[in-house]
């Protein structure tokens, strides 16, 4: 495996694969996702993945905004699904010594929270997508284990 800045695999590629949870209220819906996208993080290693502890392993939650015809509207979880992936950075690439995550204390972190199962076990982050050197909008809320190696310059 090589991926050369990271790299994030979809828990879910069409609807049709998870209507099975289509009776549910979206709220749980989207904790159960995101307690699968955990349990798959866990199947594939502990936070660290081949080659020596190159790469890292998190989580990541994305879906916050949706768009219509209406424009962009914010989604908290309780409105649209949100988007669980496995996400895999290479610690030693050039490119990914600007990548930043900071401590997460949105409520669309809180959401994420709230459906960790054993959330001791895990630290959570976040990045924005900022406008005009302000923070405009949550773009990922990141589900990253304990014990896992991140770069302390990753840390914002």
């Known amino acids: 495996m090589f991926i050369s800045t990271f790299d994030e695999e979809p828990l879910w590629y069409r609807l049709a694969e998870i209507e099975y949870m289509s009776q549910l209220p979206i709220v749980e819906q989207n904790r159960l996702l995101i307690g699968l996208a955990i349990e798959k993080l866990l199947g594939e290693g502990d936070g660290e993945a081949d080659e020596g502890g190159r790469y890292l392993r998190m989580v990541s939650v994305t879906g916050w905004w949706d768009v219509d015809e209406r424009g962009w509207t914010r989604n908290d979880g309780t409105k649209s699904l949100l988007a669980p992936n496995i996400w895999i950075g290479n610690k030693l690439s050039e490119p990914m010594r600007h990548f930043r ?3 997460a204390e949105s409520e669309c972190a ?5 459906a960790v199962p054993n959330v001791e076990e895990y630290r959570l982050y976040e990045n924005w997508k900022m406008s005009g050197g302000e923070r405009f909008s949550v773009n990922r809320v990141y589900v990253c284990p304990v014990r896992a190696d991140v770069p302390d310059e990753w840390i914002a």
Do not use: D, G, T
């Open 101 to 103: 995550m900071a401590p």
């Open 110 to 114: 809180a959401f994420v929270k709230a």
